[in-house]
Protein backbone atom coordinates (compact mmCIF):
# COMPACT_ATOMS: atom_id res chain seq x y z
CA UNK A 1 0.00 0.00 0.00
CA UNK A 2 1.56 3.56 -0.95
CA UNK A 3 1.49 7.19 0.42
CA UNK A 4 -1.87 8.19 -0.85
CA UNK A 5 -3.55 4.73 0.25
CA UNK A 6 -2.91 5.95 3.56
CA UNK A 7 -4.76 9.08 3.66
CA UNK A 8 -8.05 7.95 3.22
CA UNK A 9 -9.73 9.56 5.63
CA UNK A 10 -11.29 12.17 3.38
CA UNK A 11 -10.73 15.13 1.19
CA UNK A 12 -11.35 19.06 1.75
CA UNK A 13 -12.95 20.36 -1.06
CA UNK A 14 -14.66 23.33 -0.05
CA UNK A 15 -14.23 25.92 2.93
CA UNK A 16 -16.86 28.82 3.67
CA UNK A 17 -16.83 31.27 6.58
CA UNK A 18 -19.90 31.62 8.52
CA UNK A 19 -20.74 33.99 11.32
CA UNK A 20 -20.95 30.60 14.17
CA UNK A 21 -16.96 29.06 12.76
CA UNK A 22 -15.95 28.29 9.44
CA UNK A 23 -18.07 25.44 7.14
CA UNK A 24 -15.73 22.84 5.76
CA UNK A 25 -17.12 20.65 3.58
CA UNK A 26 -14.93 17.36 2.36
CA UNK A 27 -15.83 14.57 -0.54
CA UNK A 28 -17.87 12.31 1.17
CA UNK A 29 -20.97 14.84 1.28
CA UNK A 30 -19.89 15.34 4.84
CA UNK A 31 -19.59 19.18 6.86
CA UNK A 32 -18.45 20.31 9.83
CA UNK A 33 -18.05 23.44 11.36
CA UNK A 34 -14.92 24.26 13.03
CA UNK A 35 -14.18 27.34 15.28
CA UNK A 36 -11.84 29.42 14.37
CA UNK A 37 -9.03 28.05 16.74
CA UNK A 38 -9.67 24.66 15.40
CA UNK A 39 -9.40 25.70 12.19
CA UNK A 40 -5.69 27.25 12.81
CA UNK A 41 -4.64 24.21 14.90
CA UNK A 42 -5.15 21.47 12.05
CA UNK A 43 -4.93 23.44 9.04
CA UNK A 44 -7.44 23.28 7.08
CA UNK A 45 -7.45 24.40 3.41
CA UNK A 46 -9.22 23.28 0.27
CA UNK A 47 -7.62 19.74 -1.20
CA UNK A 48 -6.30 18.66 1.90
CA UNK A 49 -6.19 14.98 2.01
CA UNK A 50 -7.15 13.54 5.59
CA UNK A 51 -6.12 10.45 6.90
CA UNK A 52 -8.26 8.85 9.38
CA UNK A 53 -6.26 9.33 12.41
CA UNK A 54 -6.59 13.25 11.50
CA UNK A 55 -10.24 13.17 10.64
CA UNK A 56 -10.80 11.37 14.00
CA UNK A 57 -8.65 14.16 15.86
CA UNK A 58 -11.06 17.20 13.85
CA UNK A 59 -14.04 15.20 14.41
CA UNK A 60 -13.10 14.96 18.24
CA UNK A 61 -11.68 18.68 18.40
CA UNK A 62 -14.97 19.53 16.79
CA UNK A 63 -16.97 17.46 19.47
CA UNK A 64 -14.86 19.03 22.37
CA UNK A 65 -15.27 22.82 20.68
CA UNK A 66 -19.69 22.44 20.66
CA UNK A 67 -19.49 22.02 24.53
CA UNK A 68 -16.92 24.44 25.02
CA UNK A 69 -19.03 26.68 23.16
CA UNK A 70 -21.97 25.25 25.30
CA UNK A 71 -19.97 26.19 28.57
CA UNK A 72 -19.49 29.89 27.72
CA UNK A 73 -23.15 30.29 27.46
CA UNK A 74 -23.53 28.92 31.18
CA UNK A 75 -20.79 31.26 31.70
CA UNK A 76 -22.59 34.53 30.22
CA UNK A 77 -25.54 34.01 32.47
CA UNK A 78 -23.58 33.53 35.70
CA UNK A 79 -20.23 32.75 37.36
CA UNK A 80 -19.57 29.12 37.98
CA UNK A 81 -16.57 27.23 40.25
CA UNK A 82 -15.06 24.30 38.50
CA UNK A 83 -17.12 21.85 40.08
CA UNK A 84 -20.18 23.52 38.94
CA UNK A 85 -19.22 23.61 35.34
CA UNK A 86 -17.41 19.85 35.16
CA UNK A 87 -20.96 18.74 36.59
CA UNK A 88 -23.21 19.92 33.90
CA UNK A 89 -20.49 18.64 31.20
CA UNK A 90 -20.94 15.12 33.07
CA UNK A 91 -24.41 15.65 32.77
CA UNK A 92 -24.25 16.15 28.79
CA UNK A 93 -22.39 12.21 28.82
CA UNK A 94 -19.41 13.48 28.25
CA UNK A 95 -16.22 11.43 28.70
CA UNK A 96 -14.05 12.44 31.79
CA UNK A 97 -10.90 13.29 28.77
CA UNK A 98 -13.33 15.81 26.97
CA UNK A 99 -14.58 17.41 29.96
CA UNK A 100 -11.00 17.59 31.79
CA UNK A 101 -10.13 19.70 28.10
CA UNK A 102 -13.02 22.08 28.18
CA UNK A 103 -12.23 22.68 31.95
CA UNK A 104 -8.69 23.30 31.13
CA UNK A 105 -9.49 25.91 27.96
CA UNK A 106 -11.96 27.83 30.71
CA UNK A 107 -9.14 28.09 33.56
CA UNK A 108 -6.33 28.85 30.61
CA UNK A 109 -8.47 32.09 29.72
CA UNK A 110 -9.54 32.76 33.00
CA UNK A 111 -13.34 32.17 32.79
CA UNK A 112 -13.46 29.86 35.53
CA UNK A 113 -10.99 30.73 38.50
CA UNK A 114 -12.46 29.11 42.21
CA UNK A 115 -9.95 31.29 43.81
CA UNK A 116 -11.14 34.36 42.58
CA UNK A 117 -14.71 33.20 43.14
CA UNK A 118 -14.43 32.15 46.82
CA UNK A 119 -12.77 35.58 47.74
CA UNK A 120 -15.54 37.21 46.01
CA UNK A 121 -18.36 34.94 47.56
CA UNK A 122 -16.72 35.50 50.90
CA UNK A 123 -16.78 39.63 50.37
CA UNK A 124 -19.32 40.72 48.47
CA UNK A 125 -22.27 38.22 48.57
CA UNK A 126 -21.53 37.49 52.29
CA UNK A 127 -22.08 40.94 53.25
CA UNK A 128 -24.97 41.19 51.00
CA UNK A 129 -26.70 38.25 52.00
CA UNK A 130 -25.52 39.06 56.08
CA UNK A 131 -23.61 35.26 55.66
CA UNK A 132 -21.44 34.33 58.72
CA UNK A 133 -17.98 32.81 58.54
CA UNK A 134 -19.74 29.16 58.89
CA UNK A 135 -22.45 29.79 56.23
CA UNK A 136 -19.81 31.36 53.60
CA UNK A 137 -17.72 28.04 53.93
CA UNK A 138 -20.59 25.50 53.94
CA UNK A 139 -21.78 27.59 50.86
CA UNK A 140 -18.96 27.50 48.98
CA UNK A 141 -18.15 23.84 50.10
CA UNK A 142 -21.32 22.63 48.20
CA UNK A 143 -20.50 24.42 45.29
CA UNK A 144 -17.44 22.33 44.86
CA UNK A 145 -14.13 24.78 45.88
CA UNK A 146 -11.13 22.87 47.20
CA UNK A 147 -10.03 22.63 50.88
CA UNK A 148 -7.41 23.77 50.13
CA UNK A 149 -8.99 26.85 48.47
CA UNK A 150 -10.82 27.42 51.48
CA UNK A 151 -7.99 27.82 53.81
CA UNK A 152 -6.90 30.75 51.80
CA UNK A 153 -9.95 32.87 52.91
CA UNK A 154 -9.42 35.36 55.58
CA UNK A 155 -12.70 36.54 57.84
CA UNK A 156 -11.52 39.75 60.50
CA UNK A 157 -13.88 39.13 63.53
CA UNK A 158 -14.44 43.26 62.65
CA UNK A 159 -16.87 42.23 59.92
CA UNK A 160 -18.23 39.06 61.33
CA UNK A 161 -19.83 42.13 64.16
CA UNK A 162 -20.44 44.35 61.18
CA UNK A 163 -22.41 41.98 59.46
CA UNK A 164 -24.28 39.82 62.22
CA UNK A 165 -25.09 43.76 64.07
CA UNK A 166 -27.08 44.69 60.48
CA UNK A 167 -28.63 41.51 60.37
CA UNK A 168 -29.93 41.51 63.99
CA UNK A 169 -31.10 45.37 63.43
CA UNK A 170 -33.10 43.79 60.45
CA UNK A 171 -34.67 40.80 62.70
CA UNK A 172 -35.46 43.41 65.71
CA UNK A 173 -37.43 45.17 62.64
CA UNK A 174 -39.01 42.04 61.51
CA UNK A 175 -40.33 40.23 64.33
CA UNK A 176 -42.98 41.03 66.30
CA UNK A 177 -42.94 38.71 69.36
CA UNK A 178 -42.77 39.08 72.89
CA UNK A 179 -39.39 39.99 74.57
CA UNK A 180 -38.18 36.57 75.72
CA UNK A 181 -39.50 34.72 72.36
CA UNK A 182 -38.20 37.68 69.93
CA UNK A 183 -34.33 37.41 71.22
CA UNK A 184 -34.48 33.47 70.89
CA UNK A 185 -36.24 33.74 67.46
CA UNK A 186 -33.10 36.51 66.78
CA UNK A 187 -30.61 34.33 68.35
CA UNK A 188 -31.61 31.16 65.93
CA UNK A 189 -31.32 33.00 62.59
CA UNK A 190 -27.96 34.55 63.87
CA UNK A 191 -26.74 31.05 64.15
CA UNK A 192 -28.61 29.78 61.08
CA UNK A 193 -26.62 32.65 59.12
CA UNK A 194 -23.46 30.56 59.95
CA UNK A 195 -22.16 33.16 62.56
CA UNK A 196 -20.38 32.10 65.81
CA UNK A 197 -22.25 32.05 68.98
CA UNK A 198 -20.24 34.70 71.11
CA UNK A 199 -21.26 37.10 68.25
CA UNK A 200 -24.42 36.20 67.97
CA UNK A 201 -25.26 36.99 71.27
CA UNK A 202 -23.38 40.33 70.98
CA UNK A 203 -25.43 40.98 68.29
CA UNK A 204 -29.26 40.12 69.95
CA UNK A 205 -27.84 41.58 72.91
CA UNK A 206 -27.29 45.10 71.51
CA UNK A 207 -29.54 45.31 68.14
CA UNK A 208 -32.55 42.92 69.69
CA UNK A 209 -35.30 45.11 71.85
CA UNK A 210 -38.05 43.92 73.50
CA UNK A 211 -41.88 45.68 72.00
CA UNK A 212 -43.22 48.03 73.61
CA UNK A 213 -45.21 47.14 76.84
CA UNK A 214 -48.03 48.52 74.49
CA UNK A 215 -47.64 46.60 71.92
CA UNK A 216 -46.54 42.87 73.69
CA UNK A 217 -49.88 44.01 75.84
CA UNK A 218 -52.22 44.00 71.86
CA UNK A 219 -50.06 40.80 71.10
CA UNK A 220 -50.89 38.88 74.11
CA UNK A 221 -54.83 39.63 73.98
CA UNK A 222 -55.03 38.19 70.64
CA UNK A 223 -53.10 35.10 71.12
CA UNK A 224 -55.09 34.46 74.31
CA UNK A 225 -58.50 34.96 72.25
CA UNK A 226 -57.02 32.93 69.23
CA UNK A 227 -56.08 30.22 71.65
CA UNK A 228 -59.49 30.48 73.56
CA UNK A 229 -61.50 30.19 70.64
CA UNK A 230 -59.38 27.26 69.63
CA UNK A 231 -59.20 24.92 72.34
CA UNK A 232 -62.80 25.79 74.17
CA UNK A 233 -64.56 23.87 71.26
CA UNK A 234 -63.02 20.81 73.17
CA UNK A 235 -62.11 21.17 76.34
CA UNK A 236 -63.56 23.61 79.64
CA UNK A 237 -62.08 24.55 83.03
CA UNK A 238 -58.90 23.55 84.36
CA UNK A 239 -58.23 21.22 81.15
CA UNK A 240 -59.32 24.39 79.31
CA UNK A 241 -56.78 27.09 80.95
CA UNK A 242 -54.19 24.50 80.82
CA UNK A 243 -54.29 24.56 76.96
CA UNK A 244 -54.74 28.29 77.03
CA UNK A 245 -51.53 29.14 79.17
CA UNK A 246 -49.11 26.12 77.40
CA UNK A 247 -49.99 27.59 74.10
CA UNK A 248 -49.27 30.95 75.37
CA UNK A 249 -45.45 30.44 77.17
CA UNK A 250 -45.06 28.22 74.00
CA UNK A 251 -45.43 31.52 71.94
CA UNK A 252 -43.20 33.48 74.36
CA UNK A 253 -45.11 35.52 76.79
CA UNK A 254 -44.38 35.83 80.48
CA UNK A 255 -46.04 33.76 83.23
CA UNK A 256 -47.47 36.68 85.57
CA UNK A 257 -48.58 38.14 82.14
CA UNK A 258 -50.25 35.62 81.03
CA UNK A 259 -51.72 35.13 84.45
CA UNK A 260 -53.33 38.29 84.39
CA UNK A 261 -54.99 38.05 80.95
CA UNK A 262 -56.66 34.85 82.19
CA UNK A 263 -57.59 36.19 84.82
CA UNK A 264 -59.39 39.12 83.24
CA UNK A 265 -60.86 36.77 80.69
CA UNK A 266 -62.85 34.45 83.69
CA UNK A 267 -64.18 38.07 84.87
CA UNK A 268 -65.54 38.71 81.04
Do not use: C, M
Given at each position: MNVSEKRTGDTVVSIRYRKSGVEVSFASGNKLLLSAATFTEFRVYEGKELTEEELSALLKATYEDTYY???????????????????????????????????KRLK???????????????????????????????????????????KTLKFKEETEREKAFRYASLLNSKFISPSEKKKQKAYAALLQRGFDETVAHEAVESCVVPPEKEVETRLLDRHYRLARAKYARKYGGYELNQRIYASLRKKGFRHEDIKAIMAQGEEE
Open positions: SQALRWLTKRVLTEAEISAKLLNKELDQDTVYSIVDQKLIDDEAYARTYAKDIGAFRYYGKKKILQELRQKGIPEDVL
